[in-house]
Every structure is written in C-alpha cells, then in structure tokens.
C-alpha cells in the first residue's frame, strides 16, 4: 500500500504539501500541483479516507522538538512542557533533532502524518535560517531561538541583553583579558553581540572569542586553546552549559585555580553548578515559564489558527557566585 510520504518522496515536497493538493487547499502553485498529481498516478496512491476523517476530530497529543535532550536546559524544558501539556488535558511526544535539519524535518512530517495537535519547536541552525524547511500544516511555537523572515508564535530571553550584564560583571570585578566561547546558534550569536558590546564600552582590548558547536568535547578544545599560551586570558565567558562543561575539565587538567587564575561565567542554571567548588556564576533562564507560555500558545493557536503571532522576549537572571569573585585591581 503506497503512503503520503512515498508521494512526498517522488514529487519532491513534504507530505503536508501533498494533503494540500488532495484537499484543494490553497498556497499551492500549479507546478508543484501537477507534480504531485503525476506523482499520484505513477505510484497508484489511494487516500486513506479513514485517516482523514480522523484529521477532522481533535487531537489532544502535542509535538516537542528540542535540538539536543542531552542538554539539561532542553531536559528542563521537556519535563516542564510535559507537566503543563498533562494538565491541559494533552500528553506530548519528545523528539530530539540532534541539531541535524533533516532528522528535524522527518519528525515534523511525522507528526504531521500522525495527526498531533500542534508542536513545540527548538529549531536547528538551518532551520532557523531557511524556515521553509519546516513547512507543515500544523500550529507551531518556536523557543529558545527565532527564525529569520517568518511570523508565527516565538519565546526567547534577551540574550544580548543578559550576555551584556555577565560581562559587564566580569569587568567590574577586575578581570581584564576576557575571552568568550559562543555556540554556532542565533542564541549564540545575540549573546556574542551583547558579550562585544560590554568589552567595547568598558574600553578593553578586543577580546578572544572562539565560536563552536554546543558540545562538551569542543569546549574543552576551546578552552585547551585559549588556556595553552603565554598570554592566556584571565576569564571565560561560555555561552552554553556544555561548553562551561567541557572548559572546567581543561582548567582542571591545567591546574588553574578558580577564580583567582580565571574567572568563569556561563549561561544556564543547571544543578550542578551551585554544588562544585567554587560555585558558578551563571545567567539563569526562566525554564518554566517558557514552557507555560509555549503551552499556553500553543493552546491559543490551536483554538485560533489565525490570531496575529504572538512574539515573548523574557529576561534571563545574573546569579553571581564564587567563579567570578571580586579581584585584586
């Protein structure tokens, strides 16, 4: 028996695109119409009718698509939207990207093809580039990050603004060799831009900063190298806690001592932070309420699919503990 996603497949579009056809729904051009049709007629496609009838009803299962469930914020998140979603009446079905665009894409169809209510969304870098790739014909809530040139529902924290305060605590703490380790992501990139923004103003020399993917193993490579010469710096702000991860275990192979060797600054408030010696300087963000407010979106969207989007900027919080203690001038 021939699926949608065959016919996807063969006429080069997502699935959603094919109902659309099969429904004579419009944003369709006649090309791709007609490509899919073709499609239809080669492969001997039958449309379920059952299937579609169900499509009809309402479904009380919501998608969740993170980039990377090993990272304990995107854990947080997932636990909280679940514990939301559950006494919205709904239960929730996680997915995890793995920061790869077409794993993305395969979930999104599908849930799509299995009828979820609306879904929840980290997108990957690519996608947050081109959002075309997340064509589907489903209610959507983007967190954590934005994505260029397209209006739906978005909750992110002001990461230049939280980034620019962290810095600016360093600075007047003493520290005066800055370096910054920032994630390849748009949450990495405003961060970056708030972090420059306080070195300049502050009238320091032009910080080090080293760009890398959210991972523990390249943290420390950023680290090893930013640590390894002569002129090393003598703080470190990460932008990501995998990063802060994988930048302590360099520190701690160097011997350095912290913070009187080098400060350490990090985003996200993850539990073990507050346990090591000394405790972390972190910028906390407000995990549960992005998940309620994700939720609470999602909800509106579902009952009104064409309410104007709805776009939440909310502030991140400077918990300032013994990594970045005050220095000596």
Same mark, same amino acid.
């Given at each position: 028996m021939v699926r949608i996603k065959e016919v996807a497949i063969e006429a080069g579009v997502s699935s959603a695109t094919v109902s659309r056809v099969l429904t004579n729904k419009p944003y369709v051009t006649e090309e791709v119409r007609e490509r899919v049709m073709t499609a239809i007629q080669k492969l001997g496609y039958r449309p379920n009718q059952i299937a579609r009838s169900l499509r009809s009803q309402q479904s009380t299962v919501l998608g969740l698509i993170v980039s990377d469930v090993c990272n304990p914020f995107f854990t947080d998140i997932s636990r909280a939207v679940e514990d939301c979603a559950y006494k919205e009446g709904y239960c929730v079905f996680l997915c995890n990207s793995d920061e790869d665009e077409k794993k993305e894409y395969f979930y999104l169809q599908e849930m799509w093809d299995k009828n979820v209510a609306g879904v929840i969304l980290s997108p990957t870098k690519k996608a947050s580039e081109n959002f075309a790739l997340l064509e589907i014909d489903l209610p959507v809530v983007l967190f954590d990050r934005s994505a260029k040139d397209v209006d739906v529902d978005t909750i992110i924290i002001?990461?230049?603004?939280?980034?620019?305060?962290?810095?600016?605590?360093?600075?007047?703490?003493?520290?005066?060799? *800055?370096?910054?380790?920032?994630?390849?992501?748009?949450?990495?990139?405003? =961060?970056?831009?708030?972090?420059?923004?306080?070195?300049?103003?502050?009238?320091?020399?032009?910080?080090?900063?080293?760009?890398?993917?959210?991972?523990?193993?390249?943290?420390?490579?950023?680290?090893?190298?930013?640590?390894?010469?002569?002129?090393?710096?003598?703080?470190?702000?990460?932008?990501?806690?995998?990063?802060?991860?994988?930048?302590?275990?360099?520190?701690?192979?160097?011997?350095?001592? *912290?913070?009187?060797?080098?400060?350490?600054?990090?985003?996200?408030?993850?539990?073990?932070?507050?346990?090591?010696?000394?405790?972390?300087?972190?910028?906390?963000?407000?995990?549960?309420?992005?998940? =309620?407010?994700?939720?609470?979106? *999602?909800?509106?969207?579902?009952?009104?699919p064409k309410r104007p989007p709805l776009h939440v900027i909310l502030k991140g919080q400077l918990i300032i503990r013994g990594s970045s203690s005050l220095r000596q001038s």
């Open positions: 002001d990461n230049q603004d939280s980034a620019y305060q962290m810095a600016n605590h360093l600075i007047s703490n003493g520290y005066k060799r *800055i370096a910054g380790v920032f994630c390849n992501v748009t949450t990495g990139y405003e =961060r970056r831009k708030g972090f420059k923004k306080a070195i300049r103003n502050s009238g320091l020399d032009s910080p080090i900063i080293i760009v890398t993917e959210p991972r523990i193993e390249l943290g420390y490579a950023a680290a090893k190298k930013l640590l390894g010469g002569s002129s090393r710096p003598d703080a470190i702000f990460a932008s990501d806690n995998l990063v802060l991860a994988g930048i302590m275990q360099a520190i701690n192979e160097l011997s350095l001592k *912290i913070p009187e060797e080098v400060g350490l600054v990090s985003f996200d408030d993850v539990a073990w932070m507050s346990l090591v010696n000394p405790p972390i300087t972190v910028i906390r963000q407000p995990t549960d309420q992005i998940a =309620r407010l994700a939720v609470d979106l *999602i909800m509106q969207r579902i009952e009104d």
